[in-house]
């Protein structure tokens, strides 16, 4: 693409970008998978790119300690669903694992 044809995103539009890639991380791509899509669909730098990732990072951080209690309370109940789950099926290391979680999420591993 030329340089001189490139025309630089708008607020919204990188607001949107940042958005997508929220989403993107939230759903397990990794950085060279962002960094493909920023270039294919936007045709952003690695260095801009890395710049809408870090941002993109700092709303997730920001989302999970600002609704850190509302999170963990979502991820006990989800487990305690497995939990229950696990046990009607006769999945007893899925029913482990979700206790483990509840275990780790409640701070109530055995101290050393």
């Known amino acids: 693409m030329n340089r001189m044809a490139k025309k630089r995103a708008t607020k919204v539009d ?11 991380i939230s759903n397990g791509c990794v950085n060279s998978q962002l960094l493909q899509h920023a270039a294919k669909e936007w045709g952003l730098s690695d260095r801009r790119a890395h710049e809408y990732i870090r941002e993109a990072r700092e709303v997730i951080i920001h989302d999970v300690d600002h609704d850190r209690k509302e999170v963990v309370a979502q991820l006990l109940h989800t487990s305690q ?10 999945e ?12 780790r999420l409640g701070g109530l591993e055995p101290r050393k």
Do not use: D, W
Not at 81 to 90: D, F, M, N, P, S
């Open 14 to 24: 990188k607001q949107l970008r940042i958005a997508q890639f929220v989403r993107m």
């Open 92 to 103: 007893l290391n899925n029913a482990i694992g979700g206790m483990n979680v509840i275990i």
């Open 81 to 90: 669903t497995v939990i229950q789950e696990a046990l009607r099926k006769g």
